[in-house]
């Protein structure tokens, strides 16, 4: 039976108990055991019950509490949840984001809070996701849109990263039906089986390969800097970002250090590079090229800033190696990783050149930094790979100490 004015200001406290009276469609009035009377909307969506408070009585009278009950059940008919708009609406969010709105909340409330390492994540975001769909609406993305920026990524040869992209954008709208902002998640309807398998890297360059590799690229008409970073990589065992991010504040000539600091690693932890003399005379190069800017690797027309994060890649996917499979900047590493183990180099040691994290019961163990032994095995790496060079007859630059 629907209240009336007489009837709600009448109930009293029923001996400490609390009970509700209602209204129809969904409207109830709360009564506490201290006699506090409150307007509640309950409604199903979804398959949920959700439950929202429309105020007390009597500063919201039953006309009143009547007017937002059928204001709220129109929400609820449209499939929206008006528990969740209030409560974004409180925490200063719109109910209907952009993309780029729900991609910020879902990094700073999910990604930073629960991800180890977050990077990777905020570079799909602001490198594929948010350029393919910063303006549209949180719900009008489709799988047809994700599809096509993911096998776009497939396409050009990046099944592994096509895979990592569709991941991130699943997780970001699992989020947004979370909380209630979207009911589908287009991404999980593009099928990784159709992506393609992504296969375990394990490309190694012989040492007729290294020759090749060193000569095209020397050879070839991609920038200098180019040239100089695809060799210092082989030779350092770095990742590609810690050099492209590198300044000359790190760089120590006198004695033969390079400092990767925390924010450029992906350990999140500093790490020190042992300069060969070949990669120290590298380095002296680099910086007559950087000019006047901080960074070792300074973009074209903006010393400012480094080379974008795909320069690398683009310049040396550009290359033709003779009798040579395709390979990644990556593969440097782990050649170099590969033939010093093959030469009896310390396992520790190398890992901690690759500066790679020991895990389990060695990280509690093994602290040491192997500094001597470091220097003495990325010289004699250095040296090794000259002589690879020289055994060919291809002269690429005097980067030995005088």
Avoid: C
Avoid at 101 to 115: D, I
Avoid at 179 to 206: C, D, E, F, H, Q
Avoid at 315 to 324: C, S
Avoid at 384 to 398: A, H, P, T
């Amino acid at each position: 039976m629907a209240l009336t004015d007489a009837l709600v200001k009448a109930l009293k406290a029923q001996g400490g108990l609390r009970y509700s009276k209602a209204d129809g469609n969904g409207l109830l009035l709360d009564v506490t055991p201290a006699g506090v009377k409150s307007w509640v909307f309950r409604y199903r969506l979804n398959g949920k019950r959700e439950k929202l408070v429309i105020g007390r009585y009597p500063e919201v009278s039953l006309k009143e509490a009547r007017a937002e009950r059928d204001k709220y059940a129109a929400t609820v008919r449209q499939g929206k949840s008006p528990f969740m708009e209030k409560k974004l609406a409180r925490e200063g969010f719109t109910a209907n984001p952009t993309v780029k709105e729900f991609a910020e909340r879902y990094y700073t409330e999910q990604v930073l809070k629960n991800w180890k390492e977050p990077k990777h994540i905020r570079r799909y975001l602001d490198n594929e996701i948010l350029p393919a769909f910063r303006t549209m609406q949180l719900k009008d993305v489709t799988t047809l849109d994700v599809q096509k920026l993911v096998y776009r990524k497939r396409d050009n040869g990046q099944v592994a990263a096509a895979i990592q992209l569709r991941g991130v954008i699943k997780r970001m709208y699992d989020y947004g039906i979370e909380t209630r902002l979207v009911t589908v998640n287009p991404a999980a309807m593009v099928a990784t089986r159709y992506i393609g398998k992504a296969r375990k890297r394990s490309r190694v360059l012989t040492a007729s390969e290294i020759r090749t590799y060193l000569r095209t690229i020397y050879d070839s008409n991609i920038r200098k800097q180019f040239k100089l970073a695809l060799h210092i990589i082989l030779l350092t065992l770095v990742r590609k970002s810690e050099l492209l991010f590198a300044t000359w504040e790190h760089v120590n000539f006198d004695n033969g250090e390079w400092t990767i600091p925390a924010e450029n690693a992906k350990t999140g932890k500093p790490h020190i590079v042992y300069m060969s003399t070949q990669v120290a005379e590298m380095f002296r190069e680099l910086k007559k090229l950087a000019g006047d800017s901080d960074f070792v690797l300074p973009g074209r027309g903006r010393t400012t800033r480094p080379f974008a994060k795909n320069a690398l890649n683009k310049a040396l996917e550009g290359l033709t190696f003779e009798d040579m499979d395709p390979l990644t900047i990556h593969d440097l590493r782990r050649t170099g990783a590969t033939l010093l183990t093959e030469h009896g180099f310390n396992k520790d040691v190398i890992e901690k050149a690759l500066s790679h994290e020991h895990e389990g019961i060695r990280a509690v163990y093994i602290i040491a930094e192997y500094a001597d032994q470091r220097k003495k095995m990325l010289q004699w790496w250095a040296d090794y790979v000259d002589s690879l060079v020289n055994e060919s007859k291809v002269v690429i630059g005097n980067f030995k100490s005088a």
